[in-house]
């Protein structure tokens, strides 16, 4: 008998001490996480067809990417920019001016830009509550 108490008291005594532990909310697994296409071309606003380009012209209507795919975790599931690079001489410091994310990790980029000509590569932040991850060089924007 004092056996099954002791033994009762060391799993009530283990239970309270684990379950008083800092647990991680969620998860998050950006290991397969991609971009198809990974990259979109921009022309200038100049060299817009005006017939073939009209309701974008028209409605000043964004460059916009795919969503990324292939990223799994407890929502909501936050995107953002975390950096860009250039690799042609051009501006990262107004490319990022200009760049954006919505939900779903799809990128924003304005019809009428500032923004050189050249092949930025951006970075990707994926978060949620506990966690905080990178897609390194995860999408390329070639600005004519």
Not at 16 to 37: K, Q, W
Request: glycine share 8%; net charge negative; aromatic share 10%.
């Amino acid at each position: 008998m004092k056996t099954i108490t002791r033994v009762t008291m060391i799993v009530l005594a283990a239970t309270l001490f684990f379950s008083c532990a800092d647990r991680v909310t969620g998860y998050l697994d950006v290991a397969n996480a991609e971009y198809i296409p990974d990259s979109l071309v921009i022309p200038r606003y100049a060299d817009l067809d005006p017939i073939a380009d009209a309701t974008r012209i028209e409605n000043n209507s964004p460059w916009v990417s795919l969503r990324i795919q292939g990223v799994l975790g407890t929502p909501p599931v936050y995107y953002s920019v975390a950096s860009a690079r250039e690799v042609n001489g051009g501006d990262t410091g107004k490319f990022l001016a200009g760049v954006s994310m919505i939900g779903g990790g799809i990128f924003y980029f304005p019809l009428q830009h500032e923004t050189p000509p050249g092949r930025y590569i951006v970075s990707v932040r994926v978060h949620n509550e506990g966690h905080d991850m990178v897609i390194p060089d995860a999408f390329t924007f070639i600005v004519k």
